[in-house]
Each structure stands twice: as C-alpha cells, then as structure tokens.
C-alpha cells in the first residue's frame, strides 16, 4: 500500500500501528493496574491515544467518510497535526505535508 499513499499518509498508518502495537504489547499489564505510568513514554502515548483511535478505527458501516477526510480523523484521534509545508520553511506550501505530534505542532504554533 506504500506505493498508493502519499508520504504523510504513509506515516499517519504507521504511526496508528505503531501506537496500537505498544497498546497492545501491555493490554493485560494496563488492564490489571499492574503497568505504572513513566515506565515507558512509547506505552504512555499510546494510552493516551488508545481512546481516540479505537473510536476512529469503530466507524459504523452507514458511516462514510472520504479518504482525504479518512486521513485527517487518523491524524485527529491520534493528536496529530499535519502541517502543509513542501519545503521546510514553514509557510504552509501544499506540495508536501509533514506530520507533527501534538508537543511539536503546539511548540510551532
């Protein structure tokens, strides 16, 4: 599927897999209270996203959603901000967006 996303989705989907595989890597440790938040900030993040993901990725079938739309609510629910910007200035060009975490899009606004 690389090949028929852009780069930024490309990243989106596998910033989802990654926070779904950290998730899912301490489930049992999470659910019996036994994991400590601090023990691993990869884990924490994905705590913090499980929520929002899991919500996204329960779409009911009536629901219809366009792919562009689809990409912008997995970049939501996980707290990420995709910034319009082809090369690297910062003045929002559209020829290549960037992916930025919650921390480092509210640090560049």
């Given at each position: 599927?690389?090949?028929?996303?852009s780069e930024t989705e490309t990243e989106l989907v596998r910033m989802g897999r990654r926070y779904m595989?950290?998730?899912?890597?301490?489930?049992?440790?999470?659910?019996?209270g036994a994991y400590r938040q601090g023990a691993d900030p990869a884990v924490d993040a994905a705590?913090?996203?499980?929520?929002?993901?899991?919500a996204f990725l329960s779409q009911r079938p009536n629901e219809r959603m366009g792919l562009d739309e689809s990409y912008?609510?997995?970049?939501?629910?996980m707290g990420v901000q995709v910034v319009e910007d082809g090369d690297g200035d910062g003045d929002g060009d559209a020829e290549n967006p960037v992916v930025e975490d919650g921390d480092e899009a509210a640090a560049a606004a």
């Open positions: 599927m690389p090949a028929c996303n595989a950290d998730y899912q890597s301490m489930a049992e440790m999470i659910r019996l705590i913090a996203v499980n929520p929002t993901l899991e912008l609510g997995l970049a939501e629910s």
